[in-house]
């Protein structure tokens, strides 16, 4: 079985994309906007996902990397780790309302579960930092042992994960405000995820090809789970019950049981597999390959691949957008958004059929993410 029963929210796992409101019903768009930071230019393009086009590009003093949406505001956060500021963008008007200064440099940001503040991680500082929301201000610092490469908050609010690449990792107290000792890892940190329920933390140790379970907040090692790849990037499906991991040393997408502590098993999926995003109806998984430029597509309950989409020149993200109606694909090189019509996908190819591909459309130079807001 490929289905557990739990509840998640979007921002539990830091998935990275917000909504309020209801989607119109399936073929019509989306009524809302993707938010498209833009890492080649200063600014972020705001898409009308009804129109289908660019409805603004939101200029900032320098390149954002990141970009956050919580569900109860209109606003959106980028970041832009030059300045090493975060800009606030209203929903309604497509123009920076306020910026808030972190220090010299800002590498990384995720938003409190209560949506009442932001975390920032500084690497030059070594610091985690706390903007309050309200105010708009700094209101707290944790000081980091090391030079961090990042992080994960846990969705209770009381603890974040922080990586240390060859250093290893450490849980800070968000409450008391400080950072726990160093765990060793055994090699290379990469990412670091709470699994869900803030029991324990996923990392992924990049020179041994394995994902480690610490319960969480002890840091007590829980397990070792060896992989056949490089675990570079993580998605959790829709209710936190399945891990996903791709990486450098195959063409596969490794699936992970967090809760059973093993691994259920790999699948062949693309040409050197990346980024992935997940829907829950249908319980899809989409795989972008960024080297052949299309995404492949798998059904979670069967495993098996359902569609293989061509979508532009180096696939590096996918959004979801509220209802599982639409997958949005943006391409680096081309600097383009695919449009993915997920209802389309399983259906049988006939002359009245639509294909997945929707449309394309240009938002700018090298796209790297994006969130998604009804309006």
């Known amino acids: 079985m490929w289905s557990r029963s739990a509840f998640l929210s979007a921002s539990a796992m830091g998935v990275p994309f917000a909504f309020s409101g209801c989607a119109k019903k399936p073929?019509?768009?989306?009524?809302?906007?993707?938010?498209?930071?833009?890492?080649?230019?200063?600014?972020?393009?705001?898409?009308d996902l009804n129109a289908f086009a660019v409805k603004k590009h939101v200029g900032l003093d320098a390149s954002p990397s990141?970009?956050?949406?919580?569900?109860?505001?209109?606003?959106?956060?980028?970041?832009?780790?030059?300045?090493?500021?975060?800009?606030?963008?209203?929903?309604?008007?497509?123009?920076?309302?306020?910026?808030?200064t972190v220090g010299a440099q800002a590498d990384a940001m995720q938003l409190a579960f209560d949506e009442g503040s932001l975390w920032v991680l500084s690497a030059a500082a070594k610091k985690l930092v706390r903007v309050n929301l309200d105010?708009?201000?700094?209101?707290?610092?944790?000081?980091?042992?090391?030079?961090?490469?990042?992080?994960h908050a846990a969705a209770n609010g009381m603890s974040a994960a922080v990586s240390f690449g060859d250093d290893g990792f450490a849980l800070a107290d968000l409450v008391e405000r400080r950072c726990g000792q160093m765990i060793n890892g055994g090699g290379k940190i990469g990412q670091v995820r709470f699994r869900l329920g803030s029991k324990a933390v996923i990392a992924a140790n990049l020179d041994r090809r394995l994902i480690s379970l610490y319960e969480a907040p002890s840091g007590r090692l829980i397990v070792h789970?060896?992989?056949t790849v490089r675990p570079d990037r993580f998605c959790f499906n829709a209710d936190g019950g399945q891990l996903f991991v791709t990486g450098e040393g195959s063409d596969a997408v490794v699936v992970v049981y967090p809760f059973q502590t093993?691994?259920?098993?790999?699948?062949?999926?693309?040409?050197?597999?990346?980024?992935?995003?997940?829907?829950?109806?249908?319980?899809?998984?989409?795989?972008?390959?960024?080297?052949?430029g299309d995404v492949s597509v798998l059904n979670i309950d069967t495993q098996r691949l359902v569609a293989a989409v061509s979508v532009g020149t180096e696939p590096c993200y996918i959004a979801i957008t509220p209802g599982d109606e639409l997958a949005l694909v943006l391409n680096k090189a081309s600097g383009d958004m695919a449009v993915l019509r997920v209802g389309a996908i399983a259906a049988k190819r006939g002359k009245s059929t639509p294909p997945p591909l929707f449309t394309m459309i240009p938002v700018g130079s090298a796209p790297t993410c994006a969130v998604i807001r009804a309006v």
Do not use: C, W
Not at 135 to 150: E, Q
Not at 268 to 291: I, Q
């Open 225 to 227: 789970l060896p992989l």
């Open 262 to 292: 093993e691994v259920a098993g790999t699948l062949l999926v693309g040409r050197a597999p990346g980024e992935m995003a997940a829907t829950s109806t249908p319980a899809y998984l989409f795989v972008a390959s960024p080297k052949s």
């Open 135 to 151: 105010s708009f201000k700094v209101d707290s610092l944790i000081a980091l042992p090391a030079t961090p490469t990042g992080f």
């Open 27 to 47: 073929g019509t768009g989306f009524p809302g906007y993707a938010f498209v930071a833009n890492s080649g230019g200063r600014a972020v393009a705001a898409v």
């Open 66 to 100: 990141q970009i956050a949406a919580p569900v109860r505001k209109s606003v959106v956060y980028a970041l832009t780790p030059e300045t090493g500021s975060v800009h606030e963008i209203r929903t309604d008007t497509l123009a920076v309302s306020r910026k808030v």
